[in-house]
């Protein structure tokens, strides 16, 4: 990583006392990291300056051509008052693989890793400290060339903030209802459903409007072709446990390779469970709820950790699950893996990457 410049902010904002309500995604913090890319140039000016709002041309790639790719992550307060991070390793390379398939130039990982600590570590005194609060963690990279038309941009920003968050469900670890989508669809084979990029989430809107207008909080989609087997929730990987066994769709270049869902995978196998990643048919899902062999489901990902589902609607069949309450395994990897992104357990996984 090229020498950073800091230009830190004369004024800083009040920051949230203890105590205050952190909703999520709407309180940023004093800086942001910020480096340049130009064709024939490469990545340069390094820099931390005062959060702003951003300076771009109307004719921004990134506005027309949607050419951009994002990261999500969270930084953590231990109980000994030090800051860490949960696999940016991870992150890193997720990042790598989308700015490949938007055509994008890549960061180097350590280089990736080096900016999300540096930040980290200037925002220190913004990462709370109280259960369930942890600092979150925006790397987004944009096209800024000015021109209309369709082709790669010869310059890019890339651009690093934080906001202080509590939960991101405000109702913590109570199951939510989720609304299984038939008529549209989220990915297909040979587009971006195994990257992050802003285009999927937008994609997905219209299905989270029906979901919430039904009564249901976020969406499950089906595959883009037989619009049959199970693939992930809007914002997060899902399994289901069905008969002892723990099964969650492959990510095979439709579902994004949830770090969370990662980690799960690694945990569940630890600790002895039969884990299926292969094509699951919703109508055996349905049919294991009938059956009473559907047992928990849940969801991954990095804002809600772990959000166990106790409905599901597919058409006009709904299955509850496990009587509407958390399961004990969900509960049991909710409590290890915010034990291990906490510092309040042991990382015997070796996760864990120390700021400061």
């Not at 398939?101 to 540096?118: G, H, L, Q």
């Not at 991954?300 to 409905?311: C, D, K, L």
Request: a positive charge.
């Amino acid at each position: 990583m090229q020498k950073i410049r800091y230009e830190l902010t004369k004024s800083p904002k009040k920051k949230p006392a203890p105590g205050d309500p952190l909703p999520f995604g709407t309180i940023f913090t004093d800086h942001m990291f910020v480096m340049d890319y130009k064709k024939g140039k490469g990545w340069y000016n390094s820099r931390i300056v005062p959060y702003e709002k951003l300076q771009l041309d109307p004719a921004a790639i990134v506005l027309h051509y949607a050419q951009e790719s994002f990261e999500g992550m969270k930084a953590y307060r231990t109980p000994d008052g030090s800051i860490q991070l949960f696999r940016p390793d991870k992150n890193a390379a997720r990042f790598k693989s989308t700015n490949e398939r938007m055509c994008m130039p890549t960061i180097p990982e350590d280089d990736f890793v080096e900016a999300v600590k540096a930040i980290v570590k200037a925002e220190k005194d913004w990462v709370p400290s109280r259960p369930g609060e942890s600092l979150y963690i925006r790397p987004f990279s944009i096209a800024t060339e000015a021109h209309l038309g369709v082709k790669p941009s010869d310059t890019y920003e890339f651009i690093i903030i934080c906001c202080p968050v509590a939960a991101y469900y405000a109702t913590g670890l109570s199951p939510v209802k989720i609304y299984v989508e038939d008529k549209y669809i989220r990915a297909a084979p040979g587009g971006t459903g195994y990257i992050k990029c802003g285009g999927n989430y937008a994609a997905s809107l219209i299905s989270q409007e029906t979901a919430e207008s039904l009564g249901y909080s976020q969406t499950l989609w089906l595959d883009g072709v037989e619009r049959k087997y199970v693939e992930e929730v809007g914002s997060m990987n899902c399994f289901f446990k069905i008969n002892g066994t723990v099964y969650t769709a492959p990510t095979v270049g439709t579902v994004l390779p949830g770090v969370t869902r990662m980690s799960c995978i690694e945990l569940l196998k630890k600790w002895g469970y039969k884990v299926s990643v292969d094509r699951l048919p919703i109508v055996d899902v349905m049919k294991a709820s009938k059956e009473g062999k559907l047992e928990e489901v849940f969801g991954t990902g990095t804002a809600a950790v772990i959000s166990p589902v106790g409905e599901l609607r597919y058409k006009d069949d709904v299955a509850l699950i496990n009587g509407g309450k958390t399961g004990k395994l969900t509960q049991k990897l909710y409590d290890t893996l915010t034990g291990i992104q906490w510092g309040t357990l042991p990382d015997d996984m070796g996760w864990t990457t120390k700021v400061c």
